[in-house]
């Protein structure tokens, strides 16, 4: 089998987050495909929850779209979305949340909104969707992005959606009922906020990848663990299924 590719790195590692989870709110792209893959290998009654109001559903490929018909066909309820955020979300009963965004900061705080001046910006985003109640009240998020300088940015040009705010007790100051990011996954390595301080340190690098490497992606001054770990190498059972899933 060929080697993994730092993309099918990165959907693996995610996946590893979502052994012995019960529930997992997920939207499109390689969240949704690492969610999928965790059923597929490491959790089978995870339940794949989408912002769409499927809950438990048990897709067979890659959906296009949280509102793919697979969804509400292979699952266990399908509801509002009303009822998504005012029973499901807000009340803290989903476990993990997995968010994307267009650009990420020391810590964790995400723009999906717009690049550039909010009045002229450069690129206008999808906006916030649902995210903002998400990371606010569920168990905790985990945030997939590509680990890049116009990513992960030292100031975001429009806060989105908050992560740990300006450092440790934000989140409690704002009456935050979940643990907020946990973990930043992206395609060089982990990054996992100080558990004093909330600010993201790296503490894993994929196999291949230098320190250096992910200090140069990134916009600020990077902390970094004494000894960051390697992420052991996808399995083959893991690196099968994935590719099996994505050529469906």
């Known amino acids: 089998m060929s080697a993994a590719t730092n993309g099918e ?3 693996v590692v995610a996946a590893r987050r979502l052994t012995g989870v019960r529930s997992v709110f997920i939207g499109v792209g390689r969240p949704s495909t690492a969610a999928i893959l965790a059923r597929m290998v490491h959790n089978p009654g995870l339940v794949l929850v989408y912002e769409s109001g499927t809950i438990g559903a048990k897709p067979f490929h890659v959906p296009l779209s949280i509102g793919d018909g697979e969804l ?3 699952a266990d309820s399908v509801v509002s979305v009303p009822e998504m955020f005012n029973y499901w979300i807000g009340p803290g009963r989903i476990d993990v949340a ?3 965004a267009a650009q990420v900061d020391r810590f964790a705080n995400l723009n999906s909104t717009v690049i550039g001046d909010y009045d002229r910006p450069r ?3 999808p906006g916030a969707g649902g995210a903002p109640e998400i990371a606010a009240s569920c168990g905790e998020v985990v945030v997939v992005a590509p680990h890049a300088p116009r990513t992960f940015v030292e100031r975001l040009d429009f806060l989105t959606t908050v992560g740990h705010g300006d450092g440790a007790g934000a989140r409690e ?3 935050f009922r979940g643990a907020g990011p946990t973990a930043v996954i992206t395609d060089l390595g982990v990054l996992e906020p100080d558990p004093a301080t909330k600010e993201l340190t ?3 690098i994929h196999e291949g990848v230098e320190v250096d490497q992910v200090r140069e992606a990134t916009g600020w ?4 663990a004494p000894a960051p770990a390697t992420t052991p190498a996808p ?3 893991e690196l099968g299924a994935l590719r099996e899933l994505s050529s469906r």
Request: overall charge neutral.
């Open 9 to 11: 790195v990165q959907t």
């Open 72 to 74: 509400a066909e292979t």
């Open 98 to 100: 997995f968010l994307g």
């Open 123 to 125: 690129t206008r985003l």
């Open 173 to 175: 100051r704002l009456g």
């Open 202 to 204: 790296l503490t894993q």
């Open 221 to 224: 001054a990077l902390a970094v």
């Open 235 to 237: 399995t083959d059972q």
